[in-house]
């Protein structure tokens, strides 16, 4: 009798300890994941209100826009060959409400490394309706982009405003030459 209620209570502590480290293996992905999209969307927020504040021409963007789609930190490094990537998130006001992977990969006359942040700026639902529906979207291809030049606010008018995006680059540091978007992929991402 004693043998058996100790079979019986090994079975009820082994299948706790069993169910125990289930449950542990699968909050702790969760709760990475949740830490990194909150990451992910505080860095965000704080570079579009760094780059908001720093220039006219994308504050008056930035109040037309719908959505931002911010990449605080792309690295880009490259020896004839090249690439660049990083992650972002889409912002509507302070809320996040996607997250999204910057990946190009360019060939030629280059060498170095450098990093960077761009934001994209959505004028128009149609144009984030795009970007959903062609998960892989290749700037360049689709809606209109239009590059910004940081510091280009006596140039900019509302009558520009008729874009589908806007994107501005910012933040660049390190040594390589050419710097473009033209070619980046964007892709919906699950932190």
Known sequence: MIESIFRTTGRSIAGFCAALLLAIFTAAPAAAGQAEAEALRQDSLAALSQLVAKDGAVAAVSEKAVAVLVFPKILKAGLLVGGAGGKGALLRGEEAVGYYSSLAVSYGLQ?????????????????????????????????????????????????????????????????????????????????
């Open 111 to 191: 060498a170095g490394a450098q990093t960077f942040g761009y934001a994209l700026f959505f004028m128009n639902e149609d144009a984030i309706d795009y970007m959903d529906e062609n998960d892989g979207w290749e700037v360049g291809a689709g809606p209109s982009v239009v590059v910004l030049e940081q510091g280009a606010a006596t140039k900019f008018s509302s009558s520009m405003l008729g874009k589908d995006i806007y994107a501005v680059i910012f933040n660049q540091s390190g040594l390589m030459a050419g710097l473009g978007l033209e070619g980046s992929k964007i892709s919906s991402y699950t932190p």
